[in-house]
């Protein structure tokens, strides 16, 4: 797949058809769309085009609110529209010069001239130029001016998608994950770099790997102790373990902690990338009395883990 961060750069696409959203998590209602507007390309023989803004434009509208945190990050959604069979991502920098746009050159000088579309996939609901006035009685009013078609996305599929991004948020913020896969299609993940730690784990025998997320918009899991798979950068393997999210509060911990114990693994990996998929909650975090009932809780929780993996792997 072509990433696009700038229309400058983007090469003549025949036959384009297009949609255009923010598409995080790019879940089950999204998958949706994209196979909608895999297959009306395919019809033209034509080349299929995700159109995406960044930042967020939320953020730059509404930026008094309180930040969001996304399901994915850019590099994230690119890689999944890509599994999809996307062939060409673009990315629009959204700044308040392009809110600002009214919706007949957001037509016209914005999807037209840069894209040249055969066909606009897109929803009933969907808005657009300044003040959001533009919608898609206007795009199909300007089609046979602008010779496209415009395609719409049924509204239970519209529906779908704005309630499934805001329950799998809602669900991966209470850690429950599960219920969060169901909805996405796949197992939540996040990724970040294996850091030094103070190497409590190794002196209880629960070596663990430090994990840094460098990406603060990225939503991570509530906290707590949590099944998952990992892979290591340079490493085509999968490993199975058991995650913490949390203070470690049994040894007066203050800072928050995302550390995974990875089982029957013994190799340092120390500043490599480290990808987490989050399969399953097994507890809150809980403040022991002693080390010792610590040690007991932690091999019980392998023993559930390791139970999960004969099931479900």
């Known amino acids: 797949m072509k990433i696009y961060n700038n229309i400058s750069t983007l090469?003549?696409?025949?036959?384009?058809?297009?949609?255009?959203?923010?598409?995080?998590?790019v879940h089950q209602g999204h998958q949706k769309v994209i196979e909608q507007l895999l297959m009306e390309a395919k019809e033209i023989n034509g080349s299929a085009i995700v159109i995406t803004?960044?930042?967020h434009p939320r953020q730059v509208i509404a930026?008094?609110?309180?930040?969001?945190?996304?399901?994915?990050?850019?590099?994230?959604?690119?890689?999944?529209?890509?599994?999809?069979?996307?062939e060409h991502l673009v990315v629009i920098p959204f700044d308040k010069t392009f809110s600002e746009q009214s919706a007949d050159s957001y037509i016209k000088d914005f999807l037209v001239e840069t894209f040249h579309p055969k066909k606009i996939v897109i929803g009933y609901d969907h808005k657009f130029g300044k003040d959001r006035l533009g919608d898609f009685e206007l795009l199909k009013n300007k089609a046979s001016t602008y010779h496209y078609e415009v395609v719409e996305i049924p509204a239970h599929i519209l529906s779908d998608i704005t309630i499934s991004s805001t329950k799998i948020r809602n669900k991966i913020m209470e850690g429950k994950v599960e219920e969060?896969?169901?909805?996405?299609?796949?197992?939540?993940?996040?990724?970040?770099?294996?850091?030094h730690g103070k190497k409590i784990g190794r002196t209880i025998g629960f070596p663990t790997a430090n994990i840094e997320v460098s990406n603060g918009e990225k939503?991570?899991?509530?906290?707590?102790?949590?099944i998952v798979t990992v892979n290591i950068s340079d490493d085509e393997k999968s490993y199975r373990g058991m995650m913490n999210i949390g203070t470690r509060p049994t040894f007066d911990g203050a800072e928050k902690k995302i550390e995974v114990n990875v089982f029957n693994f013994d190799e340092e990996i120390y500043d490599k990338k480290i990808t987490v998929f989050c399969e399953k909650k097994i507890r809150d975090e809980i403040k022991f009395n002693n080390v010792e009932n610590l040690i007991q809780q932690l091999q019980s929780d392998k023993l559930l883990a390791e139970d999960y993996f004969k099931l479900n792997h």
């Open 11 to 25: 090469p003549s696409i025949q036959n384009a058809v297009i949609t255009i959203g923010t598409f995080d998590g």
């Open 53 to 55: 803004f960044y930042p």
């Open 63 to 86: 930026s008094h609110l309180s930040p969001i945190l996304h399901l994915n990050t850019l590099e994230e959604k690119a890689n999944l529209l890509e599994k999809m069979g996307i």
């Open 180 to 195: 969060a896969n169901e909805l996405l299609g796949y197992h939540y993940f996040f990724s970040g770099l294996v850091t």
């Open 219 to 226: 939503l991570i899991p509530r906290e707590g102790v949590y």
